[in-house]
Structure formats: C-alpha cells, structure tokens
C-alpha cells in the first residue's frame, strides 16, 4: 500500500509540474521589433493547453488537500479524543491541510489570466 500512495503521489507532483510549464508556450512567442507587440495570437491550441492546465493544477490540488485532510483530521480527532484540549490545535492543522486546495485554485486563476 505504501508503494502504491508513493507512486501516486509522483505522479501527481509530475501532473502539476507539467501543467504549470505547459502555459509557458503562450508566453515563449515572437515580437514584432518594431511594437513589442506579439508576432503571433493566442491560437486555439494554447487555449486549449491552458484550460488543460488548470484543470489538472485544480483537480491535483483538491486531490491532495482531500488526502491531507483525511489523515490530519483522523489523527486530529483520535488525539482531540484523549485530550480534549488540544481539539483547537489540530482544527489548525486541519485548516493548513485545506489551504493545499486554495493555493491550487488562486494558480488555477492565475493560468486563467493568461487567456486573452
């Protein structure tokens, strides 16, 4: 089972890579030398390559943010069960394991951006 999680998780930090150098390919055009202005438009190709990123960057994030939140919170309850005090705590850790799936869709926005 250990072998199978690493693998995945290789595999999603391999998607996330790759999506996030796939829109580079909207930012690599030529320029015209006399405007600055890009030689070529955004084709219907790298829209695609884009949305394809973001699609992937999102799903990966939530992905991962659900994993770490089902680890985090069972080990947050099981300890918030023998000590009831340290229940404030471990909802922080909680918390940090959702921020995975924030940071995902803010660069899920910002990919968006890149659209014209």
């Given at each position: 089972?250990?072998?199978a999680s690493k693998w995945v998780a290789a595999v999603l930090v391999a998607l996330f890579v790759l999506s996030m150098l796939a829109p580079l390919?909207?930012?690599?055009?030529?320029?015209?030398?006399?405007t600055g202005?890009?030689?070529l438009k955004v084709s219907d190709r790298t829209v695609g390559m884009i949305?394809?990123?973001?699609?992937?960057?999102v799903g990966s994030a939530c992905i991962a943010a659900g994993l770490?939140?089902?680890?985090?919170?069972s080990a947050?309850?099981?300890a918030a069960s023998e000590r009831p005090e340290i229940l404030g705590k471990s909802l922080i850790l909680v918390g940090l394991a959702e921020g995975i799936a924030i940071y995902g869709l803010i660069i899920g926005i910002m990919l968006l951006g890149l659209i014209k």
């Open positions: 089972m250990r072998v390919t909207a930012l690599a055009q030529p320029t015209e030398p006399t202005q890009p030689a949305a394809i990123s973001v699609a992937v960057v770490a939140v089902a680890r985090v919170g947050a309850l099981g």
